[in-house]
Nanobody
């Protein structure tokens, strides 16, 4: 059973960089052919896919967030991370990490079968 756990600060100041890490257990982030993604849900809004890392390390980003988003991974720790720069209060959301089904479309929320519990991040001074 794959398990994912998000970690990182719950409060970030405007203009700073939000950094979150997802620790994976029960499966390797290098196993073919899965996407490992970050997805967020602002209050009162739908979930929004932010970006994904393919099992081979390739990265894919939402066009609307691409200029501010960076994904990376640490294979030795079986973790992948999100950095979102120049945050504003509109980036306040619950942030989730998730794993897709095999050979899925990375940007489709419905393609994700394993999810972390989510972590609240608030952007405020």
């Amino acid at each position: 059973q794959v398990q994912l756990q998000e970690s990182g600060p719950g409060l970030v100041k405007p203009s700073q960089t939000l950094s979150l890490t997802c620790t994976v257990s029960g499966g390797s982030i290098t196993t073919r052919y899965y996407f490992w993604s970050w997805i967020r849900q602002p209050p009162g809004k739908d979930k929004e896919w932010m970006g994904a890392i393919w099992y081979d390390g390739s990265t894919y980003y939402s066009p609307s967030l691409q200029s501010r988003t960076s994904l990376s991974r640490d294979i030795s720790e079986n973790q992948f991370s999100l950095q979102l720069s120049s945050v504003t209060p509109e980036d306040t959301a619950v942030y989730y990490c998730a794993r897709s089904r095999v050979v899925a479309a990375p940007g489709s929320i419905d393609e994700y079968e394993y999810w972390g519990q989510g972590t609240q991040v608030t952007v405020s001074s």
